[in-house]
């Protein structure tokens, strides 16, 4: 069974604050995803990877930093955190890429962040 | 407006009944994928239909795709409260490069 955990599960920041959300895939899948869902926008695209080192640009980037360090190592970085940042972030992975839609996505549990 | 979404934002149904969800979309898909998010959890893929295909079956859970009228189903049977959830739908297409997910129909079974 394909795995993805994300940490911490709860966040609570102030405007202006520094967060970083992790994530780890134990699927040895090459590609990694972090959405936010929100009421009213469904899932969002904000950063994806296609292997340690790479990063690419999702749909809503704005505000948000991420980095792959390792096959297994995803992070989302908002370094001056706004209180439109508030959401639920997923993390998810799948061993190809979603442009053919033949892959599944996985996802971790989630991480819901506050910025007060 | 949305590339892909569910044509009902709520359902209820009571234990054992069917139910179907919706799904319409915008463009030339290659595949769709059914997705459902139970409470704290994160969505997990329950069908993957390809736009060559019809329909899908897992255990209870029957997709249809008509790619003429842009249209999916996700007909559950003899429902349980476990099924319980949020259902997305999620489409894929050549003109882009990721999956785009509608905006989900809360499903509630109820004893």
């Known amino acids: 069974e394909a795995a993805v955990t994300q940490s911490p599960r709860n966040k609570v920041t102030v405007t202006g604050g520094n967060v970083t959300l992790s994530c780890r895939q134990t699927?040895?899948?090459?590609?990694m995803y972090w959405y936010r869902q929100d009421t009213g926008h469904g899932l969002r695209l904000i950063h994806y990877s296609y292997g340690a080192g790479n990063l690419q640009i999702g749909d809503v980037p704005d505000g948000y930093k991420a980095t792959r360090t390792t096959q297994e190592d995803f992070f989302l970085l908002l370094e001056l955190a706004s209180p439109s940042q508030t959401s639920l972030y997923f993390c998810?992975?799948?061993?190809f890429g979603q442009g053919a839609g033949q892959n599944t996505l996985y996802f971790g549990a989630g991480t819901r962040l506050s910025v007060l | 407006s949305q590339l892909a979404e569910e044509n009902s934002w709520a359902l209820s149904v009571h234990e054992g009944e069917s139910v179907t969800v919706n799904c319409s979309y915008k463009?030339?898909?290659?595949?769709l994928q059914w997705y459902r998010q139970k409470s704290g959890k994160g969505p997990a893929q329950l069908i993957l239909i390809r736009s060559n295909e019809r329909e899908k079956r897992n255990g209870r859970l029957r997709a249809t795709l008509d790619t003429s009228s842009q249209s999916s189903s996700l007909s559950i049977t003899a429902t349980r409260c476990e099924d319980t959830a949020v259902y997305f739908c999620a489409i894929a297409s050549s003109s882009f490069s990721k999956l785009v997910f509608g905006q989900g129909t809360s499903l509630s079974v109820v004893p």
């Open positions: 998810a992975s799948s061993e």
């Open positions: 699927n040895s899948h090459n590609y």
């Open positions: 463009t030339s898909i290659t595949a």
